[in-house]
C-alpha cells in the first residue's frame, strides 16, 4: 500500500512558477513510477507527465512540454513537478499517481493522492 500526499498548490498569476511536491510512504517507493495528472472543472482528467522508477525515462503531455519538469528523490520518498510559464490553461487540481512497473500516460496507476489545487490568474 502507498499513501501520496501532494502539496505546493496555490494561486499564481500568468507567467509564475509553482513547485508541486508528492510525498509518498512505504519502502517501495523507489519501484514505483510516478505521475501527475490534472483535472479541470467539467473536463477528464489529463495526463501531465511521468517519471520511471529509476528517474532515467520522463515524459510529458504536448501542452506542458518545454514548460513543466518531472523530478524524483528516491532517498526522499518525494516525486516534483517544476511548473514555469504558468497559463490560466493551467488551472486545475493536480494529481499524483504511483504504479509498479512501467510509466504509462492513460489513468491506469495504482495509488493516486488527494489533489492540490492550481491556479492561474490572467
Known amino acids: 500500500q502507498v499513501q501520496l500526499v501532494e502539496s505546493g498548490g496555490g494561486l499564481v498569476q500568468a507567467g509564475g512558477s509553482l513547485r508541486l511536491s508528492c510525498a509518498a510512504s512505504?519502502?517501495?517507493?523507489?519501484?514505483?513510477?510516478m505521475a501527475w495528472f490534472r483535472q479541470a472543472p467539467g473536463k477528464e482528467r489529463e495526463f501531465v507527465s511521468t517519471i520511471s522508477w529509476t528517474g532515467v525515462r520522463t515524459y510529458y503531455a504536448d501542452s506542458v512540454k518545454g514548460r513543466f519538469t518531472i523530478s524524483r528523490d528516491n532517498a526522499k520518498n518525494t516525486v516534483y513537478l517544476q511548473m514555469n510559464s504558468l497559463k490560466p490553461e493551467d488551472t486545475a487540481v493536480y494529481y499524483c499517481?504511483?504504479?509498479?512497473?512501467?510509466?504509462?500516460?492513460?489513468?491506469?496507476?495504482?495509488?493516486w493522492g488527494q489533489g492540490t489545487q492550481v491556479t492561474v490568474s490572467s
Open positions: 499517481a504511483a504504479r509498479g512497473g512501467v510509466v504509462l500516460t492513460t489513468t491506469q496507476y495504482d495509488y
Open positions: 512505504g519502502q517501495t517507493f523507489r519501484s514505483y513510477a
